[in-house]
């Protein structure tokens, strides 16, 4: 069983390696990859907006897909003191502030409910071959998901493959999917290359 403390120490690190050329290229093609999910006949996409300093996933690139094809985007504002993010509307007009934490977030906008936004693509540190995923251990993305409908897709965004376990509460929710820049892992069916 993965240690938590033990796994985030490590994907850091992982990450701290990576060039910035790397990332970049790295993220374009999980950006491809995401384009074979059968996913593109909804309407609300969430999306996180990486920390450039933490080496996350550069969004950018799927952000262009789902602008591309019209989608409604959804981004999210995170408040450190209640733990809990609200979510608005990525809109022509809407005004990114970078937090103290290094998050672009909206300043403002249309809130959206968490019910209605039918693809959340989640961040990670780590996950494993079943799903279930490590974050910076603030709970954000944990008390979001709970709030989703049962139908929401939630795709986990790595540069890196599946740990074997990561040991997990009963409360975790599971990612449906898993986007690396070689392959797609369904966690519905077998672990495959799409």
Same mark, same amino acid.
């Given at each position: 069983?993965?240690?938590?403390?033990?796994?985030?120490?490590?994907?850091?690190?992982?990450?701290?390696?990576? @060039?910035?050329? @790397?990332?970049?290229?790295?993220?374009?093609?999980?950006?491809?990859?995401?384009?074979?999910?059968?996913?593109?006949?909804?309407? /609300?996409? #969430?999306?996180?907006?990486?920390?450039?300093?933490?080496? &996350?996933?550069?969004?950018? /690139?799927?952000? #262009?897909?789902?602008?591309?094809? =019209?989608?409604?985007?959804?981004?999210?504002?995170? $408040?450190?003191?209640?733990? &809990?993010?609200? #979510?608005?509307? %990525?809109?022509? !007009? +809407?005004?990114?502030?970078?937090?103290? /934490?290094?998050?672009? &977030?909206?300043?403002?906008?249309?809130?959206? @409910?968490?019910?209605?936004?039918?693809?959340?693509?989640?961040?990670?540190?780590?996950? $494993?071959? !079943?799903? #279930?995923?490590?974050? /910076?251990?603030?709970?954000?993305?944990?008390?979001?998901?709970?709030?989703?409908?049962?139908? +929401?897709?939630?795709?986990?965004?790595?540069?890196? =493959?599946?740990?074997?376990?990561?040991?997990?509460?009963? +409360?975790?929710?599971? %990612? !449906?999917?898993?986007? +690396?820049?070689?392959?797609?892992?369904?966690?519905?069916? !077998?672990?495959?290359? %799409?």
């Amino acid at each position: 069983m993965g240690n938590k403390k033990m796994l985030r120490l490590k994907y850091k690190k992982l990450r701290e390696e990576l @060039s910035e050329e @790397s990332v970049e290229t790295m993220s374009l093609q999980i950006a491809n990859q995401a384009l074979k999910l059968p996913i593109w006949d909804k309407t /609300y996409y #969430h999306i996180f907006l990486p920390i450039s300093e933490k080496k &996350e996933v550069n969004t950018e /690139y799927l952000l #262009h897909i789902l602008q591309g094809k =019209d989608k409604s985007i959804v981004v999210s504002k995170a $408040d450190f003191n209640s733990g &809990e993010m609200k #979510h608005f509307l %990525l809109q022509e !007009n +809407t005004v990114l502030k970078t937090s103290e /934490y290094g998050i672009p &977030e909206p300043v403002s906008g249309i809130e959206i @409910s968490p019910e209605i936004i039918e693809v959340i693509f989640v961040p990670l540190l780590a996950y $494993d071959q !079943n799903g #279930h995923r490590i974050g /910076y251990g603030k709970g954000f993305y944990d008390r979001f998901l709970e709030k989703c409908s049962p139908h +929401t897709i939630f795709i986990g965004l790595s540069f890196f =493959d599946a740990e074997p376990e990561i040991f997990s509460a009963v +409360t975790d929710i599971p %990612l !449906n999917f898993c986007i +690396t820049p070689k392959k797609i892992i369904d966690f519905q069916n !077998n672990p495959l290359s %799409l």
